[in-house]
Each structure stands twice: as structure tokens, then as C-alpha cells.
């Protein structure tokens, strides 16, 4: 990937990175991740639409990341959503740490050129700064050649039904004005959704819970069976 690569992000991407520093261990300094996403159409951009936490452990001295966790994650993002691969990988903090490159060559064995990502979540200078990188290789002709990071742009986008969000926002704020046939649909969308006290949700959750489970119990009954069936079956076949 060339260094003039611009990433587009998704809003969901920051939601969900922000979401898993604020459920990290205490004794956690940085949360890391994959990043999932498509080469875009435009020539030199990379579209990140999705991400998971992957949880590593992280000292001075050393970087431990669960690989299989993050490689059983892929694949389930997979059949979900078959269209979006591995693109890179993010962090949060404010700057690049010495294990970050450890991390980022890991990436580069799965995906071309991968995009780093990170994000401030301790508002390190009063805001949560948001910043791309790639690799880029350095050093004389003739020695032992090293790698930096090198910034990229980073531009946030958004789908329609994100754009609906951000919408409702400016129009509580004043920044838009209210548009009554844009708050007629979304009031018949809210009516659309089932009242119901909290009491009744939760009966409502435990019957469904509760017929899930006898019907996982069954399948298992019924498996058991049939495995009791074929060895009765082979024993009386060698009598």
C-alpha cells in the first residue's frame, strides 16, 4: 500500500473500541484489536466497517497476544459477513509503543500492508485523537533495513441508518432544523416496537430460554439414541 492510502472508518468501529477499553481488565493499559473492512473502489482507500478486541497481555518486557482467539473471531465475522477481511489492526492510546511493531508484523503475515489505527481514549490532550499509520521500510543500502510508522489520513463515514443518528442528534442540539415528516416516520418506527413492562420481557425471555434449552436437551437425547442404536446394531451383526 502506497502512503498516500486514506482509511475510512465507520462510527460503529469507535463505538466498539471504546466499548471494550471500558470493559478492559483494571490491570490493562491498552486494549488492541483487528480491524475488518474492504479495499475500497476509490484507488488508494481502505473502508474499515467492523472490529473485535483481541485480548493479549502486555509488559515492559514483553507482548503476548491470543492468536487463535483473534484467527476464531475472523471466521465468525466470516459467516456473518463474508464481504469484510482483515485490514489492519488497532489500539488505543496516543502513541506507538515499543511492542507495536511485534504486533504489527503479526498482521502483516495475514493481510498486505495492514493499516494501524489508534485511538485516545484517555483523552491524552483533552480529545479523543484518532490516527492512522502504515509501515514503511528505512535505513542505508547495504545494512540491515528497519521499519517505521508512517501517518496516513484517517476520514470518518457513515451508512444511511448512521447518518439518521447523527441526524437526531443536530436536531436536539440546534444545529438542524426539525423536518415533521422525517419525525412522523420515526415516531411510527418507535410505535412499531412491543410494549411491555420490564416483568413481562423477562417472562418473555425465560419461556424462550427455557424451550431453547429442552430443545438443545432433546437433540442430545436423540443423538445419544441413535449412537446406542448403531452399536447394538454392529454387536448383534458380529454374534
Given at each position: 500500500?502506497?502512503?498516500?492510502?486514506?482509511?475510512?472508518?465507520?462510527?460503529v468501529?469507535?463505538?466498539?473500541?471504546?466499548?471494550?477499553?471500558?470493559?478492559?481488565?483494571p490491570?490493562?493499559h491498552?486494549?488492541?484489536?483487528?480491524?475488518?473492512?474492504?479495499?475500497g473502489?476509490?484507488?488508494?482507500?481502505?473502508?474499515?466497517?467492523?472490529c473485535?478486541?483481541?485480548?493479549?497481555?502486555e509488559?515492559?518486557e514483553?507482548?503476548?497476544?491470543e492468536?487463535?482467539?483473534?484467527?476464531?473471531?475472523?471466521?465468525?465475522?466470516?459467516?456473518?459477513?463474508?464481504s469484510?477481511?482483515?485490514v489492519?489492526?488497532w489500539?488505543?492510546?496516543h502513541?506507538?509503543?515499543?511492542?507495536?511493531?511485534?504486533?504489527h508484523?503479526?498482521?502483516?503475515?495475514?493481510?498486505?500492508?495492514?493499516?494501524?489505527l489508534?485511538?485516545?481514549?484517555?483523552?491524552?490532550?483533552?480529545?479523543?485523537?484518532?490516527?492512522?499509520?502504515?509501515?514503511?521500510?528505512?535505513g542505508?543500502?547495504?545494512?540491515t533495513?528497519?521499519?517505521?510508522?508512517?501517518?496516513?489520513?484517517?476520514?470518518?463515514?457513515?451508512?444511511?441508518?448512521?447518518?439518521?443518528?447523527?441526524?437526531?442528534?443536530?436536531?436536539?442540539?440546534?444545529?438542524?432544523?426539525?423536518?415533521?415528516?422525517?419525525?412522523?416516520?420515526l415516531?411510527?418506527?418507535?410505535?412499531?416496537?412491543?410494549?411491555?413492562?420490564a416483568h413481562?420481557?423477562?417472562?418473555?425471555?425465560?419461556t424462550?430460554?427455557?424451550?431453547?434449552?429442552?430443545?438443545?436437551?432433546?437433540?442430545?437425547?436423540?443423538?445419544?439414541?441413535?449412537?446406542?442404536?448403531?452399536?447394538?446394531t454392529?454387536?448383534?451383526?458380529?454374534?
Amino acid at each position: 500500500m502506497a502512503l498516500n492510502l486514506v482509511a475510512k472508518v465507520h462510527p460503529v468501529v469507535f463505538f466498539t473500541i471504546v466499548d471494550s477499553y471500558e470493559r478492559r481488565n483494571p490491570d490493562a493499559h491498552r486494549v488492541i484489536g483487528t480491524l475488518l473492512g474492504t479495499i475500497g473502489v476509490e484507488k488508494g482507500t481502505v473502508e474499515i466497517t467492523n472490529c473485535f478486541c483481541v485480548p493479549h497481555n502486555e509488559s515492559k518486557e514483553e507482548v503476548a497476544v491470543e492468536l487463535d482467539f483473534a484467527k476464531d473471531m475472523y471466521e465468525l465475522h466470516r459467516k456473518v459477513n463474508p464481504s469484510e477481511v482483515i485490514v489492519g489492526w488497532w489500539a488505543t492510546g496516543h502513541e506507538i509503543t515499543d511492542h507495536s511493531l511485534l504486533i504489527h508484523d503479526y498482521y502483516s503475515r495475514v493481510t498486505s500492508s495492514p493499516i494501524h489505527l489508534t485511538v485516545d481514549t484517555t483523552l491524552h490532550g483533552g480529545r479523543m485523537n484518532i490516527k492512522g499509520y502504515v509501515s514503511a521500510s528505512m535505513g542505508v543500502p547495504g545494512r540491515t533495513p528497519g521499519t517505521m510508522f508512517a501517518p496516513i489520513p484517517v476520514e470518518v463515514i457513515s451508512y444511511a441508518p448512521e447518518v439518521v443518528g447523527t441526524y437526531v442528534d443536530d436536531v436536539l442540539s440546534g444545529k438542524v432544523t426539525a423536518d415533521n415528516y422525517i419525525g412522523r416516520e420515526l415516531t411510527r418506527m418507535v410505535n412499531q416496537v412491543p410494549k411491555m413492562s420490564a416483568h413481562e420481557f423477562e417472562e418473555m425471555l425465560n419461556t424462550n430460554m427455557k424451550d431453547l434449552l429442552m430443545v438443545i436437551y432433546l437433540s442430545q437425547l436423540t443423538k445419544v439414541n441413535v449412537s446406542l442404536n448403531e452399536k447394538l446394531t454392529m454387536l448383534v451383526a458380529t454374534q
